[in-house]
């Protein structure tokens, strides 16, 4: 696993109180003017891209704390890449092979290309949610890395209806319709996950996800919300709504776990959050085609 730059489906760190006014008008002159104009976006938006994907990032990219930071907004954008390069990739084999084994080496390949991130906090946070009720000890089982009964579970079915959901659309509306719903469901999903960071605080002092420990900006979240929405109008608008629907009460009854249980979230948590729109939403558009 790359240590740099850090994984935002690992656990991550909060700081001990909630950012005021103030705070936030201060880290947001610090992370944002460095990148102003075109030239800084695009660096914004490769840290994103080499922050969530193997993808090869050029050195004069360079890394900050702030900079990751500013590059949060763009973790939808990445989700559209991911989401094309799989669509592709899974068409294309679908013309060598059948649909069901041509989408199972699509997720294969999803799966690679993100480094396995989101999964990983999936495990991580089934395992501790599974495992444990005390607060301190589902933290504590959050930061080992390996991978228990709850974790292996969680995955594989996670996994196994990701399969089944994907051929059941491709089957239902063709190859168009389901590269259309595979892109909407990564952007959608990372929008989710990120918008985590509106309502909710950090729950560790120290790991590696710490420099995104902030408070998303409206501007950011609505930038997010941007790239996921051109997905879902085709190819059935109502599906596109429902599953909007579905989302914000999936993230609602998160939101209210996650208080319930650590009184914020973790970097595990965003994975978590992840995978668990992107089920959602397959569910929804099989439950409605």
Same mark, same amino acid.
């Given at each position: 696993?790359?240590?740099?730059?850090?994984?935002?489906?690992? /656990?991550? /760190?909060?700081?001990?109180?909630?950012?005021?006014?103030?705070?936030?008008? &201060?880290?947001?002159?610090?992370?944002?003017?460095?990148? /102003?104009?075109?030239?800084?976006?695009?660096? *914004?938006?490769?840290? +994103?891209?080499?922050?969530?994907?193997?993808?090869?990032?050029?050195?004069?990219?360079?890394?900050?704390? +702030?900079?990751?930071?500013?590059? =949060? @907004?763009?973790?939808? #954008?990445?989700?559209?890449?991911?989401?094309?390069?799989?669509?592709?990739?899974?068409?294309?084999?679908?013309?060598?092979?059948?649909?069901?084994?041509?989408?199972?080496?699509?997720?294969?390949?999803?799966?690679? #290309?993100?480094?396995?991130?989101?999964?990983?906090?999936?495990?991580?946070?089934?395992?501790?949610?599974?495992? +444990?009720?005390?607060?301190?000890?589902?933290?504590?089982?959050?930061?080992?890395?390996?991978? %228990?009964?709850?974790?292996? !579970?969680?995955?594989?079915? &996670?996994?196994?209806?990701?399969?089944?959901?994907?051929?059941?659309?491709?089957? +239902?509306?063709?190859?168009? %319709?389901?590269?259309?719903?595979?892109?909407?469901?990564?952007?959608?999903?990372?929008?989710?996950?990120?918008?985590?960071?509106?309502?909710?605080?950090?729950?560790? =002092?120290?790991?590696? &996800?710490?420099?995104?420990?902030?408070? *998303?900006?409206?501007?950011?979240? *609505?930038?997010?919300?941007?790239?996921?929405?051109?997905?879902?109008?085709?190819? /059935?608008?109502?599906?596109?709504? =429902?599953?909007?629907?579905?989302? !914000?009460?999936?993230?609602?009854?998160?939101?209210?776990?996650?208080? @319930?249980?650590?009184?914020?979230?973790?970097?595990?948590?965003?994975?978590? &959050?992840?995978?668990? %729109?992107?089920?959602?939403?397959?569910?929804?558009?099989?439950?409605?085609?």
């Amino acid at each position: 696993m790359n240590e740099t730059p850090p994984d935002p489906s690992r /656990d991550a /760190d909060a700081s001990s109180r909630e950012p005021g006014p103030r705070d936030e008008a &201060a880290h947001t002159e610090a992370s944002c003017a460095p990148f /102003d104009g075109f030239a800084g976006q695009w660096r *914004l938006i490769l840290t +994103a891209l080499g922050f969530f994907t193997r993808v090869p990032i050029p050195e004069w990219v360079g890394y900050s704390p +702030a900079q990751l930071n500013a590059a =949060t @907004r763009y973790f939808s #954008l990445v989700g559209v890449f991911v989401g094309m390069v799989v669509a592709l990739l899974t068409v294309a084999m679908g013309r060598l092979w059948s649909p069901p084994l041509a989408i199972a080496l699509g997720l294969g390949v999803s799966v690679w #290309l993100t480094d396995a991130f989101h999964e990983d906090g999936l495990a991580d946070s089934v395992d501790a949610f599974g495992g +444990a009720f005390a607060r301190e000890r589902v933290l504590e089982i959050m930061h080992d890395s390996r991978i %228990g009964t709850y974790g292996a !579970v969680a995955l594989w079915l &996670a996994l196994a209806i990701k399969w089944q959901a994907l051929v059941d659309i491709q089957r +239902a509306v063709g190859w168009a %319709g389901f590269a259309v719903v595979l892109i909407g469901a990564h952007a959608a999903s990372r929008c989710m996950a990120i918008s985590l960071l509106r309502t909710l605080d950090y729950v560790r =002092t120290e790991g590696k &996800a710490k420099p995104i420990a902030q408070r *998303l900006g409206a501007s950011d979240l *609505l930038f997010g919300v941007a790239c996921s929405v051109p997905w879902g109008v085709w190819p /059935d608008w109502r599906a596109g709504v =429902t599953g909007a629907v579905v989302l !914000v009460a999936v993230r609602a009854g998160f939101v209210r776990y996650l208080r @319930r249980r650590l009184g914020g979230y973790t970097g595990d948590a965003l994975g978590f &959050a992840q995978q668990l %729109g992107e089920l959602a939403l397959y569910l929804t558009v099989c439950a409605w085609i």
